[in-house]
């Protein structure tokens, strides 16, 4: 119940955030129509410290942990989102060239850069884990990886319920039923 009342708070979080949603910037001209944020920075900013925050309860840290953890998570974030959104502009990439009915040859090489990408991500983790293993005990570094997995997971879990049944009480229907 603990754990579907915080999915209720971000998901509340989350929309508020959409709320005043204003380009964060101008976009460049000749820009795509994908370019321009949108607003996205200040809930990404929101995701991001409920995130923390939530990782640093279920990891139940000292206040000498927290601040040589919370460092390492930090570059741990940055690192991966840049990499995932080169992943994603690889595959965006790797569809246009599919669309464009682009050479075996050049379709070749763009999953070869998906995969070294996808394996950047995989070595970062494991640097993050080696890091982290100065920092925390084996339990907390299992609590981590727990988090880890399941976080984004029951966020679009608990959204998707906030959309099928707005106004319920967390973890209960229309009807009042779990």
């Known amino acids: 119940m603990r754990l579907m009342t915080l999915m209720i708070v971000a998901v509340t979080m989350f929309f508020a955030a959409m709320a005043p ?4 910037t101008a976009p460049p001209a000749g820009c795509p129509p994908e ?8 809930l990404e900013t929101n995701m991001e410290n409920l995130r ?6 279920a990891v139940d840290l000292s206040q000498e942990q ?8 930090h570059g741990f974030r940055k690192d ?3 990499l ?6 690889i595959v965006d990439s790797l569809a246009e060239q599919v669309r464009m009915d682009e050479s075996d040859d050049r ?10 990408t996808k394996a950047q991500v995989d070595a970062r983790w494991s ?3 080696e890091d982290c293993g100065a920092v925390l005990t084996r339990k907390q570094v299992a609590r981590l990886v727990v988090f880890h997995e399941r976080f984004d997971r029951e966020m679009l879990e608990a959204l998707r319920e906030f959309r099928r049944h707005p106004g319920a009480e967390p973890g209960r229907n229309r009807e009042g039923k779990p």
């Not at 927290?66 to 998570?73: N, Q």
């Not at 995932?84 to 502009?89: I, N, R």
């Open 52 to 57: 923390l925050i939530k990782l640093l309860e």
């Open 66 to 73: 927290s601040e040589r953890f919370v460092p390492l998570f």
């Open 21 to 24: 949603a204003q380009p964060d």
């Open 107 to 116: 379709i070749g090489q763009t999953l070869r850069r998906l995969e070294a």
């Open 127 to 129: 640097r993050f884990m």
């Open 80 to 82: 991966t989102r840049a």
């Open 35 to 42: 370019c321009p944020r949108l607003g996205w920075g200040k």
């Open 84 to 89: 995932l959104e080169q992943q994603k502009q």
